[in-house]
């Protein structure tokens, strides 16, 4: 008999990145799901603001508000999963000052999320450093930051060049310095992931960003191969996941959760930059 899985903490996830065991985690927007994925073994639940995109069918992010991050958030804590929850702050929610940040995060916070995640570096160390401070957990997300889709040109790699790299690798470290508890990377290269999860202490997620990191996160419908078109690169399809592989989409998430913790996902040749 499998031994029920107790809740996860953030100490338990930074002794999975100091032990080396790599972390889970998927996006989702449902009670529903949230169930399935937490019973398949994800460790970390993030409800991002990708819904405006996946389930809204927008083109971007940007239109998302916070009162649909705070229905979706509750939503999934609903579902009482065992796994990490976190909520995204919607592009508008915490850029016009700490305040605007404290209140948007409590909301998301009151909603049953257990740590909110922001997009940038930069001026986001002091946001991260007050949020800190007053009990909120807060993930950082650094690299293709999709609230800022059209300043960056669209949806490109990001650090390939020397300075952008040092760029940010100084906001990686600045971020944790402020206190932030884990750092999403998107869409950088492999070796400068690497690099800064080895410069860092807290979990770092990749997404498009190769297999050095402490875990990786991809889209639920991503890797479900419910997304239109030709998916990016990083993304597997694991519905789709070779002869004789048990069927449904418990089965793809057991096979994701199995795949990033005995690092058969990402791989270096195919997923990444
Ligand atoms: O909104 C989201 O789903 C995200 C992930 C892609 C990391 O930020």
Redesign the pocket.
């Known amino acids: 008999m499998t031994p029920e899985r107790k809740p996860t903490t953030l100490q338990r996830l930074r002794a999975m990145r100091a032990a080396g065991e790599k972390i889970a985690m998927l996006?989702c927007y449902d009670a529903c799901f949230a169930q399935v994925l937490d019973a398949a073994g994800v460790d970390v639940l993030?409800v991002?603001?990708?819904l405006g995109m996946v389930l809204q069918g927008r083109p971007s992010?940007l239109p998302v508000t916070l009162d649909e991050m705070a229905y979706h958030t509750r939503c999934v804590a609903t579902a009482g999963p065992r796994a990490w929850l976190i909520g995204?702050l919607p592009f508008g929610s915490y850029q016009a000052s700490v305040e605007q940040a404290l209140h948007s995060a409590a909301r998301l916070m009151q909603a049953g999320a257990q740590m909110v995640?922001l997009e940038g570096g930069g001026w986001t160390t002091e946001v991260v450093r007050q949020l800190v401070e007053r009990g909120i957990p807060v993930c950082a997300?650094l690299g293709l930051t999709?609230q800022s889709v059209h300043a960056l040109g669209g949806w490109r790699v990001q650090g390939r060049e020397d300075q952008a790299a040092d760029t940010l690798r100084r906001q990686a470290r600045e971020l944790a310095e402020a206190g932030a508890a884990m750092l999403?990377l998107?869409l950088v290269p492999s070796a400068l992931a690497g690099s800064i999860t080895a410069a860092l202490e807290i979990p770092v997620i990749g997404?498009g960003a190769g297999p050095l990191c402490s875990g990786q996160?991809l889209?639920l419908h991503d890797m479900l191969g419910l997304a239109p078109g030709r998916p990016p690169r990083f993304v597997r399809d694991f519905m789709a996941d070779g002869d004789g592989a048990e069927p449904g989409i418990a089965a793809a998430v057991r096979r994701y959760v199995a795949a990033v913790k005995d690092g058969g996902f990402p791989l270096e040749s195919v997923h990444t930059y």
């Open positions: 996006t993030l991002g603001d990708s992010t995204d995640k997300h999709p999403v998107e997404i996160v889209v």
